[in-house]
């Protein structure tokens, strides 16, 4: 058990809706990534956000956005919704900081909920 | 540009053999992180191992081990005695640029899928 939970679990939605997927972060996380993963492929870095700011995205469109909230937990929302973004949609949490050297060992090492799989039809 | 190759694919072994997992990374980082994660049918995946750039020791954890060598970008996995439960797709990802807050993206392979057969 990571502490990360991930809501809905499932959900069936048709092309042109829209969906928020939520996460909480496990606790004293303070940044939350979020990851596509395709059947058969690798995770694919969707965006991340530390301490309720953007903080790095990749390479998905402006339709793709998200938020933190002050107690770090997050939503992702995806709108006009294609056949394509049909996938398992995971969040991670880890503790980022500015800070020394030693406190590096304890961060980035993120850690997953058990994803919404997202099917678009 | 970053990248993480896994270029197995599919492996299936029998019970109690051995089996390595192959990894082999691309960054011009000079401080990077790698990591293994373990992905069930359930789909959570779960952590195994992070290891820093500067720090090539090998590790043991019981019947898992890693080999990491940065002369030949690769950081490989071996489990040994495999077991039924060990089944499952094995993720190699190597940590992205450096962001706000010390963080980073995963940058991640095409993953490798395990069958442990009894």
């Known amino acids: 058990e990571t502490g990360v939970t991930q809501s809905p679990t499932h959900l069936i939605k048709t092309r042109g809706q829209q969906v928020t997927l939520r996460c909480s972060s496990q606790?004293?996380?303070?940044?939350v990534s979020w990851y596509q993963q395709a059947l058969g492929q690798g995770p694919q870095f969707i965006f991340q956000?530390?301490?309720?700011?953007?903080?790095g995205r990749g390479n998905f469109p402006p339709r793709f956005s998200g938020l933190q909230f002050p107690n770090y937990s997050s939503e992702l929302n995806v709108n006009a919704l294609e056949l394509d973004d049909s996938a398992l949609y995971l969040c991670?949490?880890?503790?980022?900081?500015?800070?020394?050297?030693?406190?590096?060992?304890?961060?980035?090492?993120?850690?997953f909920g058990a994803g919404t799989r997202l099917s678009v039809l | 540009a970053q990248k993480v190759t896994q270029a197995q694919t599919e492996i299936s072994v029998v019970e109690k053999e051995d089996v390595t997992l192959d990894c082999v990374y691309e960054?011009?980082?000079?401080?990077?992180?790698l990591f293994w994660y373990k992905q069930p049918p359930s789909g959570e995946l779960v952590f195994l191992i992070r290891?820093?750039?500067?720090d090539e020791q090998n590790e043991i954890s019981g019947r898992y081990s890693w080999n990491f060598q940065k002369s030949t970008s690769s950081f490989n996995f071996t489990i040994t005695a495999s077991q039924v439960v060990d089944s499952a797709v094995y993720f190699c990802?190597?940590?992205?640029?450096?962001?706000?807050?010390?963080?980073?993206?995963?940058?991640w392979g095409l993953g490798t899928s395990l069958a442990v057969n009894p």
């Open positions: 991670a949490s880890s503790l980022g900081g500015e800070s020394s050297t030693s406190h590096l060992l304890a961060k980035n090492i993120q850690y």
């Open positions: 606790s004293g996380h303070n940044t």
């Open positions: 956000y530390y301490r309720e700011e953007e903080n």
């Open positions: 960054t011009r980082d000079t401080t990077y992180y």
């Open positions: 290891r820093n750039s500067f």
């Open positions: 990802a190597l940590s992205g640029t450096l962001n706000a807050g010390n963080n980073r993206k995963l940058i």
